[in-house]
């Protein structure tokens, strides 16, 4: 009886020891697997990091070679004097992060800290040497006038992550680069945290942390891509602007020039052939299309505060039809009934809205086709206009791109009318989105806030 109590008692102990020694083992390898997967996390999250800090300073560099491309009217020399205020106005930079220019022969023109290197070529010095293959690559990139990210060894010794883009009008490469060593170790001391949040998550609770793990490193991820894209977005709008402001005036009046001279040769040769007239017309076409696109960079850049006021939908959609020019090969089919879609909107603003969706929708069906035009409420606060056209429809991999700056897909303009768009509707606090595939209709829709209370059925519409 004893000696089976003992046994019992023997067995109870030992399984104890077993549950507790599997507890614990199963502790340590999820500890293990946590810290494994935190480590590989942080190199992920690193190499992501330090990729979107590479393409952030390439776009740095070309946002600056096309800044100094701007001054075309400037000498070399009176242009690389320029340049140092050209680098103090790019914005707030770390004390590492350094300006250089190189011209076609590989030779340093201008460099915000080693003056003393200026007319030296590249890679002749004792440290950076000609058979070093990394300076080779970049010497062979300069002399192709191209642009790319890379890392190479400074004169001083020290590693180094480099951006260039070419101001091909001057035969000269613009460079950006800092410490590769300072730029991981802010990385680093940025990213430490989410590692060391998996390790504790995953040590405890396995299965839950997996998720915690996938969501907030999809989230980091996506909040880093969020801002460089504003940066890059930023930076773009903000030499816009000072070309806009800068070239407006200059270009439109030799425009003014031209159209007064085609006006002119239009009413003297009245009775002229039909190639002619037709070559008047042309010239006409092209100073409205050549002021339209000032016209947009302007209003992208030098967007006015809003003078919201309540108004029948139906107004500024006849408006916008009004000033863009419809040809007469287009249908217009509007289905929306007048008084009853009030909205409280800047007038000539969202005109413009109107106006951008119907020309691109006119250029993307080549000048001829059908456009509908229809409205309807969504909830008590919300009214969403919907513009469909029978054009041949946009690729998928473009419609995330269709309303950022600088994006088009025709071979004329700068790709301002839908980045203007999306700015305009942000402002109201409404939206505007796209939805097409090839070879179907492209439906553009603005979602406009509807006012707080009921307008009482008077009609509003657009002062005259």
């Keep these: 009886m004893n000696t089976s109590i003992a046994v019992d008692k023997t067995d109870e102990d030992s399984g104890l020891w077993k549950a507790s020694f599997v507890a614990i083992l199963v502790g340590i390898i999820s500890v293990i697997i946590?810290?494994?997967?935190?480590?590989?996390?942080?190199?992920?999250t690193f190499r992501m990091t330090e990729m979107s800090v590479h393409s952030f300073y390439l776009n740095k560099a070309q946002m600056l070679a096309l800044k100094i491309e701007s001054y075309r009217n400037l000498s070399n020399d009176d242009l690389l004097r320029k340049v140092k205020t050209i680098w103090e106005d790019s914005g707030d930079k770390p004390s590492d992060e350094y300006m250089c220019i190189i011209d076609s022969d590989a030779r340093l023109v201008f460099h915000t800290k080693y003056p003393d290197a200026i007319g030296k070529i590249v890679g002749t010095n004792p440290v950076l040497q000609k058979d070093n293959p990394d300076i080779n690559v970049l010497l062979d990139i300069v002399k192709l006038q191209k642009s790319c990210v890379g890392g190479f060894?400074?004169?001083?010794?020290?590693?180094?992550?480099?951006?260039?883009?070419?101001?091909?009008?001057?035969?000269?490469?613009?460079?950006?680069h800092r410490s590769r060593e300072v730029l991981a170790?802010?990385?680093?001391?940025?990213?430490?945290?989410?590692?060391?949040?998996?390790?504790?998550?995953?040590?405890?609770l396995m299965p839950t942390s997996l998720i915690f793990l996938y969501v907030t490193f999809r989230l980091s991820h996506r909040r880093m891509m969020k801002v460089e894209e504003k940066l890059i977005q930023a930076e773009k709008l903000a030499v816009v602007g000072k070309l806009s402001s800068g070239i407006a005036h200059e270009i439109r009046?030799?425009?003014?020039?031209?159209?007064?001279?085609?006006?002119?040769?239009?009413?003297?040769?009245?009775?002229?052939?039909?190639?002619t007239k037709s070559h008047i017309e042309r010239i006409n076409n092209q100073v409205n299309i050549s002021n339209d696109i000032i016209q947009n960079m302007q209003n992208l850049t030098l967007m006015k505060e809003l003078e919201k006021t309540q108004i029948d939908i139906t107004a500024a959609i006849e408006s916008g039809i009004n000033?863009?020019?419809?040809?007469?090969?287009?249908?217009?089919?509007?289905?929306?009934?007048?008084?009853?879609?009030?909205?409280?909107?800047?007038?000539?603003?969202?005109?413009?809205?109107?106006?951008?969706?119907?020309?691109?929708?006119?250029?993307?069906?080549?000048?001829?086709?059908?456009?509908?035009?229809?409205?309807?409420?969504?909830?008590?606060?919300?009214?969403?206009?919907?513009?469909?056209?029978?054009?041949?429809?946009?690729?998928?991999?473009?419609?995330?791109?269709?309303?950022?700056?600088?994006?088009?897909?025709?071979?004329?303009?700068?790709?301002?009318?839908?980045?203007?768009?999306k700015t305009i509707m942000g402002k109201h606090g409404g939206d505007i989105t796209v939805q097409s595939e090839v070879g179907k209709e492209t439906t553009f829709i603005v979602r406009l806030p509807a006012p707080a209370r009921p307008a009482g059925g008077d009609r509003h519409g657009l002062p005259c």
């Design 185 to 204: 170790e802010e990385i680093r001391s940025s990213i430490w945290f989410l590692a060391l949040g998996f390790i504790i998550v995953c040590g405890f």
């Design 153 to 176: 060894i400074s004169s001083k010794g020290e590693e180094q992550i480099a951006a260039f883009a070419p101001a091909s009008q001057r035969g000269w490469t613009i460079g950006v």
């Design 253 to 275: 009046n030799p425009l003014s020039v031209i159209s007064a001279s085609a006006y002119y040769l239009k009413e003297k040769l009245n009775d002229a052939d039909e190639k």
């Design 34 to 44: 946590a810290m494994l997967i935190g480590y590989l996390t942080y190199q992920n």
């Design 323 to 421: 000033i863009s020019k419809m040809p007469q090969t287009v249908k217009v089919i509007s289905k929306v009934p007048e008084g009853e879609f009030i909205v409280t909107v800047d007038v000539k603003q969202i005109s413009i809205v109107f106006e951008n969706i119907l020309t691109n929708a006119i250029q993307a069906m080549d000048n001829e086709g059908t456009i509908w035009i229809t409205a309807h409420k969504s909830g008590d606060k919300w009214v969403e206009v919907s513009f469909q056209d029978s054009g041949p429809g946009i690729a998928q991999e473009n419609l995330k791109k269709i309303f950022q700056p600088f994006f088009g897909t025709k071979a004329s303009g700068f790709g301002f009318g839908l980045a203007l768009c």
